[in-house]
């Protein structure tokens, strides 16, 4: 039982070692204006012509956890006036995708984030054959994720969405519309599953 401890915990700081270069490589790589500097378990790349904030300590990345090895987070404030605002305490898991293109991406304090989770501000593309080419500013709209949010692996969430404080969102899920503060949400499009008790 003891060697096997040992053995895990020789495993956990080999691999943690190896990340080194890679999360190097990834910082060479970001060119976005950072404010902060998150905990990096994991590389992530920070870019763009906007600004992202991370308030205090952010973790990014979790070992063990799918995709340590060969995945990454990625943050992309893309054109000015763009931001992403990630809270203290906030902490996130492999291979996290977050875009704003135009507005502002929040992410409060201690909110927990799963694998493989990608949020953006803006749908990127018209929908018609002519303005696929074309992303307007105005059918953009703020993302919202409040305190104390739990999110699953798997997870889109959408432009103009606000996750109330304390909700839970399923793995899988497709966040279209805004969610209530202290429920569970799930499914594609996400809707209400349950009230969490204690918040009634």
Known sequence: M?????????LGSFLRLFQIPRILLFRILSNCKVFGRP???????LIGKGEIHLDGRVTIGVFPSPYFLNGYGYIEARNPGARVTIGTGTWINNNFVAISEH????????VIIGTSVEIYDSNFHGLEANRRHISCPEEAAEVFIEDNVFIGSNVTIL??????????????????????????????PA??????SGNA
Not at 39 to 45: A, F, G, I, K, R
Not at 103 to 110: A, C, L, P, V, Y
């Open 103 to 110: 507005t502002s991406i929040t992410i409060g304090k201690n």
């Open 39 to 45: 905990y990096l378990m994991q590389p992530v790349q």
């Open 159 to 188: 432009k103009g969405v606000t996750i109330g404080q304390d909700s839970v969102i399923a793995n899988g899920s497709l966040v279209t519309k805004s969610i209530p503060s202290g429920v569970v949400a799930g499914g594609s």
């Open 2 to 10: 003891l060697l096997a401890k040992i053995k895990s915990c020789l």
């Open 191 to 196: 809707t209400v599953l349950k009230q969490l």
